[in-house]
Structures are given as C-alpha cells and as structure tokens.
C-alpha cells in the first residue's frame, strides 16, 4: 500500500521502492495524476 503523504511528498522514494520491488513506477505518476483531480 503506498501512503499519500509520502507520495505527494516524496515521489521519489516511492519510484526507488517500486523499482526495488521490480515493479512498475509508471504507477507514481498515475497516482500523482488521480490525486490532483
């Protein structure tokens, strides 16, 4: 689960984590996009 303070604060860290989980963080920017609207 990604928290949203610590996406909106620090975007960065959560890309390094999902790349570090081989995931994908193109999803931080998804994430990023729904939470402006």
């Known amino acids: 689960m990604i928290d949203l303070r ?4 620090d975007p960065e860290a959560v890309r390094a ?3 570090a989980r081989g995931e ?3 999803l931080v920017d998804q994430l990023l996009s729904a ?3």
Not at 6 to 9: G, K, Q, S, V, Y
């Open 24 to 26: 994908d963080e193109g």
């Open 6 to 9: 610590t996406l909106r604060d």
């Open 35 to 37: 939470d402006e609207r």
């Open 17 to 19: 984590s999902q790349r």
